[in-house]
């Protein structure tokens, strides 16, 4: 059995084994489990990460830690002037969104347009009344601005479009958007809410992805949107309040609800609000994920297996003397289990080193831009230990069989080399 | 103290079947020097590995200190050969990882020696064959004549009851052979039991008892 003093030698062997071995053979069989820990956590990071973008997007570009909205027999949030000014009293909010929403309709070439049976270049959209400034603080919106310019409080008549309603940015028509065709910053378009029709001239247009929350959008100064829902009385549609970073978002959520302004509004975290097919999407991704990394694990225990196979087996005499002269077979076993662990933990440490120390920082400050998201990497420290484990365990046995194979051979015959 | 007991080998490679050794039968009492000498395929470094439980024969029995061999398990042995037996192999037989020093002492550290000290009962191994200036060198840094003394010294180290040489000076030249052999007339003169596998005469003669085997049997078993 697995001794003590079995466990020394092992390791004592090992250690001169390792030490003296080749030096390229090792560096590319940690290369080998370097790529294959990055493989089970990278690959996985990155599918979750995808979604995760999608989600963060809507975090950081629409209802921030946590947004208060309409209920839903309402239009509007009851007493918002009361709820804004209660939460500008408030500490923690490190900027509050106050924001009007209505649903209508864009029209562009109208002007062009001579036969009146011909069909309109017209698409309904969600018209967003934001405070400039305000907004800019809360989504960076301005930076978003890929033609023409952002929007300044005193502006008049004037929209920013997301790059779903512009035909040459679309991804492609959807159900209900028929994107405007030669709309250009500068181009008037006619913009209808409640009824009331107003021409507009777009003063920028967005470069968002696909599914950003800002994508399909009109923006316009507040007061102008709150003049055309024809409203008086100053209630907004939603207010999104950023929180510092490392807030607690639920516990803020539940002090606002104990301050009794859940009776007129909805309070959600971002986790609350986010549609919940983003969360469906994300476990698709990570079980996809989980199973093209397991694919990889089964490439790294064979590939450890091969190793340690082909060391056994032309180490076969050696291993042959070692029992020749009272080692152990178990000894001989451990040695090869201390050699896996080593290439293993080596491959794992450099892979830490590697996804924190580099790609993890790296892809957040510069996400991967995908058509569906900004991609980062989502690779939680636990999840990484547990890949971790998984593959210092399969190295483990795909290290520990061949190396059984080859000492369970009858002595002498490895000592003389015979069949 | 060895005792054979009509020791058979055959060797099966399909239908065919070689018998090796045909009924052997000695007794080695301890602080013997014995060499076993034949021509090449008499027969004798098969009876070696019989007595040196390194193979198990097809009938017969091996006694070692009035204890029957037969019943004992692979793991039982290896326990046996580590705590009683001591191996030098023709072709030296050294781990090419493990330096000289460390080849000695890796037997003694199996029987759960403390490092120290298995590597102080190493050193002094070594340098009792003229080594104490090469522990730290690996095998491949050593010529063959200091290979082969690695191994008598690590054959050694552990004061094993038998010491079991198969043709020790085979791979080495004259000089080197002359310095293994005194090796074992030192031990021998120190009481080391030593059975010995040779096909060269002069060598043969710095035993005490010459055994001839032919064709898998014993065909002289004389004391010099």
Same mark, same amino acid.
């Given at each position: ?306 190793? @340690? ?62 058509? @569906? ?47 | 103290? #060895? ?8 060797? +099966? ?30 027969? +004798? ?28 398990? &692979? ?72 290979? &082969?003394?690695? %191994? ?8 094993? %009851? ?47 008892? #010459? #055994?001839? #085997? ?11």
């Amino acid at each position: 059995m697995f001794s003590f003093t079995t466990i020394r030698v092992g390791f004592y062997l090992a250690v001169r084994q390792v030490r003296r071995a080749n030096l390229w053979a090792t560096g590319l069989i940690v290369f080998v489990m370097l790529l294959t820990f990055l493989n089970l956590v990278v690959v996985t990071g990155l599918l979750v990460g995808i979604v995760a973008g999608i989600s963060n997007q809507f975090r950081t570009q629409e209802t921030g830690d946590v947004i208060i909205s309409t209920l839903d027999t309402k239009e509007y949030i009851e007493n918002s002037p009361d709820i804004l000014s209660f939460l500008y009293t408030l500490h923690e909010p490190q900027v509050i969104s106050a924001r009007y929403r209505a649903a209508g309709t864009i029209e562009a070439n109208y002007l062009a347009r001579t036969d009146p049976n011909e069909k309109p270049n017209k698409t309904g959209t969600t018209v967003v009344g934001i405070d400039p400034i305000v907004e800019n603080r809360f989504s960076h919106l301005a930076s978003y601005v890929h033609e023409g310019q952002y929007l300044s409080p005193s502006d008049y008549d004037t929209v920013l479009l997301g790059p779903q309603l512009v035909d040459r940015y679309s991804f492609g028509e959807q159900p209900g958007l028929t994107p405007l065709k030669n709309v250009y910053p500068g181009s008037k378009i006619r913009l209808t809410v409640n009824g009331h029709v107003r021409e507009v001239v777009v003063k920028g247009i967005l470069d968002v992805s696909a599914n950003s929350p800002l994508a399909a959008r009109v923006f316009m100064p507040a007061p102008e949107v709150r003049q055309l829902m024809g409203r008086t009385d100053y209630a907004v549609s939603e207010v999104a309040i950023l929180l510092p970073p490392g807030a607690d978002a639920p516990a803020f959520r539940d002090f606002l609800k104990r301050s009794g302004l859940a009776a007129g509004a909805k309070i959600r975290t971002f986790q609350d609000a986010i549609p919940n097919g983003v969360a469906e999407v994300q476990n698709t991704f990570a079980m996809i994920g989980n199973a093209i990394g397991s694919i990889g694990l089964v490439v790294a225990a064979i590939t450890i297996f091969i190793v @340690i196979f082909i060391n056994a087996i032309t180490r076969r005499k050696f291993i042959g003397i070692l029992k020749g002269i009272g080692i152990s077979g178990e000894a001989i076993e451990i040695s090869y289990i201390f050699q896996s662990l080593f290439y293993a933990a080596i491959g794992s440490v450099i892979g830490l080193v590697v996804l924190y120390g580099f790609l993890v920082p790296y892809i957040s400050a510069h996400p991967i831009v995908l058509p @569906i998201s900004d991609a980062i990497i989502v690779a939680p420290v636990g999840g990484t230990m547990l890949r971790i484990g998984l593959l210092v365990l399969t190295t483990v046995v795909a290290g520990y069989l061949p190396s059984r194979m080859i000492v369970r051979k009858n002595t002498l015959d490895s000592i003389l080399g015979r069949d | 103290m #060895i005792e054979i007991k009509n020791l058979v080998k055959t060797f +099966k490679d399909g239908p065919v079947e070689t018998r090796v050794l045909k009924g052997i039968d000695f007794l080695v009492r301890d602080g013997e020097f014995v060499a076993i000498i034949g021509r090449s395929g008499a027969g +004798k470094s098969t009876l070696l590995y019989q007595m040196s439980l390194l193979d198990e024969p097809t009938d017969g029995d091996v006694l070692i200190e009035g204890h029957s061999t037969r019943v004992m398990t &692979q793991d039982e042995e290896i326990r046996f050969r580590l705590e009683k037996f001591g191996y030098v192999f023709q072709d030296y037989a050294l781990l090419p990882e493990l330096t000289a020093l460390e080849n000695v002492a890796l037997p003694l550290l199996m029987q759960g020696a403390d490092r120290v000290i298995a590597e102080a009962r190493a050193t002094e191994a070594l340098e009792r064959v003229g080594l104490g200036n090469r522990l730290g060198n690996l095998p491949g840094q050593l010529s063959g004549g200091e290979q &082969q003394r690695v %191994s008598i010294s690590r054959a050694i180290a552990h004061t094993p %009851s038998v010491l079991f040489a198969d043709e020790p000076t085979a791979n080495l030249d004259k000089e080197s052979s002359a310095v293994v052999m005194n090796i074992f007339k030192e031990l021998h003169e120190g009481g080391q039991t030593i059975i010995m596998v040779t096909h060269e005469d002069e060598f043969a003669r710095f035993a005490g008892r #010459i #055994i001839k #085997i032919d064709d898998g049997r014993i065909v002289s078993d004389a004391r010099v």
